[in-house]
């Protein structure tokens, strides 16, 4: 639930501050006089909406204007559908892209010798702790270089 951005919980505190604050007799009465503020808001908005629309109409132009009071949902609704035809070619691409990557993690990564390693006789590297992350040579500890350059034989 979300009344002029403001959430179920959110509305709550506020009533119970309101009654701590006001008291239940007055709380009645700032209800009333809220629901009023309210209905004649509306009854603005219906009237301005229209006025608006007969003059839209009586101009020849095709365009319908909302009834209801806007709200962040309706307005983020409307967005999204005149948005659609942009951004489905976006969203296809991006489901093709998680296929492909859902599909190569599925895989095991097998790491096949070179023609020229395997006709040198070289030996495959000892497995290595998968659970660390390798940076390369600047990850390994192995080597250590001293202050002039040389590395310690």
Request: no cysteine; net charge negative; charged share 25%.
């Amino acid at each position: 639930m979300n009344v002029f951005g403001v959430g179920g919980m959110e509305l709550i505190l506020i009533l119970i501050i309101m009654l701590i604050v006001a008291g239940p007799k007055r709380m009645i009465q700032w209800a009333y006089i809220l629901g009023q503020y309210t209905a004649k808001l509306r009854r603005m908005w219906e009237e301005t909406v229209d006025y608006l629309q007969q003059e839209i109409d009586e101009a020849g132009v095709d365009l319908k204007l909302p009834k209801e009071v806007p709200t962040r949902a309706n307005i983020n609704r409307t967005i999204s559908e005149v948005m659609k035809p942009v951004t489905a070619p976006v969203e296809e691409a991006l489901n093709e892209v998680d296929k492909v990557s859902k599909l190569a993690s599925d895989k095991p990564a097998t790491a096949k010798p070179s023609r020229s390693e395997s006709a040198q006789g070289a030996t495959p590297e000892p497995a290595t702790d998968n659970s660390k992350p390798s940076f390369g040579t600047w990850s390994g500890a192995s080597t250590t270089v001293s202050k002039n350059g040389e590395q310690p034989s």
